[in-house]
């Protein structure tokens, strides 16, 4: 597969035209005692196959947050549209469907209509937004990219636009004046440095995420893959890791604002449908909210 758009929904990768096998190098920063292990995770903020596992995603953090250091980077999916053509998308309406078709493969909602209304004209201001906010709280930055995401596959808002970034923004409760200022003056190079780590890592698409240990090895975990693919990566690497309990049903809203059906399916471990009827008995009892959008769900908790 040669297009980095056109996000191939049964080997679950969004690939960088032209780019190399992954080398599988391990990052060299220092790996914190009290966890064990680092992931390295390269993405972008409008990689389709990056939200299809958010299920897994989530779930991971829930149930191995406290062995695991996680690094978010930016691997630079779309640099520009004058310079993109590649695997028949040469311009934004050719993702427009196949961004729909994705949608259905991963039961993730996805409204492919902002590549037909108000295209994005690159990933890299997205991109280069997070790091910002990751100069200012890193937990906050991770919520801001969670909500950025909802919003171009969901609401099919274009997010290269300032004016959506900060509302993204503030509602991650990040200084949005000094973000505009880390952005401008820090966040460049902190995106650039990302992109030369990928390189140096040999990644090749998104999402690549890398398990790392105190020694160096590496176990690379590379597309949408299911749950216990991780699993399996984490335990060659920590074999005497354990999960931790978590909450689960409606408590899930104490851990994450907002849930898709799938997302609550997963965490939960019960088949889409059976999530879709817990949900639904949840917002007839006045306890979720949600918005219907990318022919799919968004469910958040009823403020009291």
Known sequence: MSDALFCDPISGVCEIPGAGTPAGAAAAAAIPADKPLR???????????????????????????????ISYHMGGLLPSWKVYNSGGISGPADVAHHWEEVAVHYQMPIDGSVWLQDPPDSSFPPSRWFKAAQVQDTHKAVIFLRRLREMIFMEAINITRTEEVLKAAAYAELDTAQLEQDFAETAPALFEADLQL????????????????????????????????????????????????????????????TLTTKEYAVLNDMSFEAAYEALEAFRAQGKVSVLEAGKGHLWRITAD
């Open 39 to 69: 992931i390295v995770y390269f993405t972008d903020p409008i990689c389709s196959t990056c939200w299809g596992i958010e299920p897994q995603w989530r779930r991971l953090k829930l149930e191995y947050g406290h062995v695991l250091d």
């Open 198 to 257: 990928r390189k140096e890592m040999g990644v090749r698409g998104f999402p690549s995420v890398f398990f790392v240990n105190a020694d160096g090895t590496s176990e690379l975990v590379y597309g949408a893959k299911p749950y216990q693919v991780f699993i399996t990566a984490l335990h060659k690497l920590l074999p005497a890791a354990q999960p931790r309990a978590y909450a689960k049903d409606i408590a899930l809203f104490s851990y994450f604002p």
